[in-house]
């Protein structure tokens, strides 16, 4: 049974940076598209990024050009780097993985991002 468990979350004031990791186990990580979503309170879930198997990225307009997430197939892990943080951007973080074209979907716990002075 696959497992991902979220680490680096917490406070941080405007304009500073945090870097999320995701570490699986239980999965053959490298086949799975892994993604960072986040939900607001009072907000829907939305995909922030996402990295497929093949090393493709994509990111929701409000992060372009701040976050980077990237992947370490040898460590099982992916991360989520956050640049230039806005107010806007505190929610709590959830990783995601899931092979492409198939109902095999994981969650993490979540981790807390505060953006606030």
């Known amino acids: 049974q696959g497992r991902l468990v979220e680490s680096g979350g917490g406070l941080v004031q405007p304009g500073g940076s945090q870097r999320l990791s995701c570490a699986a186990s239980?999965?053959?990580?490298?086949?799975?598209?892994m993604g960072w979503y986040r939900q607001a309170p009072g907000k829907h879930r939305e995909l922030v990024a996402q990295?497929?198997?093949?090393?493709?990225?994509n990111y929701v307009d409000s992060v372009k050009g701040r976050f980077a997430i990237s992947r370490d197939n040898a460590k099982n892990t992916v991360y989520l780097q956050m640049n230039s943080l806005k107010a806007e951007d505190t929610a709590v973080y959830y990783c995601?993985?899931?092979?492409?074209?198939?109902?095999?979907?994981?969650w993490g716990q979540g981790t807390q991002v505060t953006v606030s002075s």
């Open positions: 995601n993985a899931k092979v492409p074209l198939s109902k095999i979907d994981y």
């Open positions: 990295i497929t198997s093949g090393g493709s990225t």
């Open positions: 239980g999965i053959t990580f490298s086949i799975y598209n």
